[in-house]
């Protein structure tokens, strides 16, 4: 989960970030979904615990997690394929369209109210689909609270201009 | 999924927005998920679109599709369940401890930003366990933007006073 | 869930039948999986009850079930998309090479020693993904045992000679 | 994986292989599914590769994958739960009466003609429902080629003479 064994990922934390910040203001600095690190093939995500995600009786909601839980996928395939280099054509890039098609989630403890962690890791990055699961944990403890696993299509690459589409769900 | 045909189910819809009112008011009037209908089985809810539901080009968010197809399946629950006679009792009954287990979501198509409808359906109420599935489809349209099939817990009985733990994710 | 209606649809049962016997002897005549219709974004199969899909008790495996699933899923596809024209190019064609790459399975009820239905229903026929679901019910018998949700990546057309790999699971 | 640290768990590898050669003999002895390593909260079980597990093009059929993980996340569970000290009331034990409820199974990877492994790992045990994933490879190889992610119910004790029903899908 470091920043080493770079080796064939497109992108780093710093540029992942940047990426976020222009494209994704709903998962930038200032937000809840804050990106901690990511590695070959792996992110780490936090959700920074707000009034605004619990439940009545101290929980964390299910949406909150589900939506940890897929934009941690989203963040470690960003990392293998990126969005190019040109600064123009990002928001066209097959990382930037990248969708998720679908996701499997277990609810297995409820979590406390406290910051929940989401570890990411890919099971196949292929050409046009990516795989990959994530274990959600209370900060603190080791006890996963919740699991997903969720497909994601990667769109090809686009050569004319299109109208601006975004990626993330 | 009219009101007919109450054979068998506990709760119809203005006992369910009651209850909603009370121990849930993040599903309840002023809200944004709204009960529309609750039937043998079925129950139809509505995701009255809000800003904050919007992803950068317009479209649902993922999150807010999984929380409105995990609420519709579990009123539906609720409608065949209930929670009881006693008003002192309902926090600690089967029907508002439910809980869910495992959500399995489709997202089949992007929505437009328009209200979002969510036709939910039982496959099957255990003692414990229940099934069910939700279509979801934009107003106004007949073709789905997201499936999801979910599984949730019924807690048996309580007798004792047990602290007050909330069902719902 | 007729012959008529296969505006858009590529393949009828005829055609999906003398396919199978050619391409997929563990599917074709004098198997246990019979395909007994093909409409327009569905099929319906019948699994003939045999010793070897039963368990103790008297109960049909759950890998029969996802079988029949997996494959009723298929077959509405492959009605939509076709292997094409060409004979000789047929098991390179999309059709003959699309592969399953998600099912998620419930199991609802125990079904009894006879034969299954399954009647598949597809949600959604993208270019290179499609999403269909399952509904098994024992014959004479509307309640369902299992539902299943699949998806399937569809191939590139090919253009050069490719070795030959075979679709189905 | 090793059979240390059986604290908790009730049933060691000879258990578990004579408890299948009584009550499964699909999956006993003689059979295609070994089991190899049970451990704490995890199996690991052997698809012997044999020709009726293959498709043409030499590739290993998803309802083998699928039985190969079900069965081993069901040992894992077995191994935790046991079936009790009285041989005659084994076959009504909630360990021997455990079924799966839902499965959500991702291919990843074409797999080869040759044996293959699962690994089970369970996320939670709980009195009534059993959560877990297995990971699937061939043999000598570390790339995954599926992933499976089960839920299972535990049905309570029985005091009562009740008729045998068998529990395995």
Do not use: C
């Not at 070959?40 to 009545?56: D, G, I, N, V, Y």
């Amino acid at each position: 989960m470091s920043e080493s064994g770079t080796q064939g990922r497109k992108m780093n934390l710093a540029q992942i970030r940047a990426f976020l910040e222009d494209h994704f203001p709903q998962i930038g600095p200032g937000n809840d979904l804050i990106v901690e690190a990511v590695g070959s093939m792996t992110a780490r995500l936090r959700l920074a615990q707000q009034e605004k995600h619990l439940r009545p009786g101290g929980t964390i909601s299910g949406p909150s997690m589900f939506a940890l839980a897929d934009v941690a996928i989203y963040i470690a395939i960003l990392g293998e394929i990126g969005v190019g280099d040109d600064p123009a054509k990002v928001p066209m890039s097959p990382g930037a369209r990248t969708v998720t098609t679908n996701i499997n989630i277990n609810f297995l403890r409820r979590p406390i109210a406290r910051d929940l962690i989401a570890d990411a890791k890919l099971m196949r990055v292929g050409r046009r689909l990516a795989v990959g699961e994530a274990w959600l944990h209370s900060e603190g403890s080791d006890e996963p609270v919740a699991h997903a696993v969720g497909t994601y299509a990667i769109p090809a690459e686009i050569s004319a201009d299109v109208p601006f589409m975004i990626a993330l769900h």
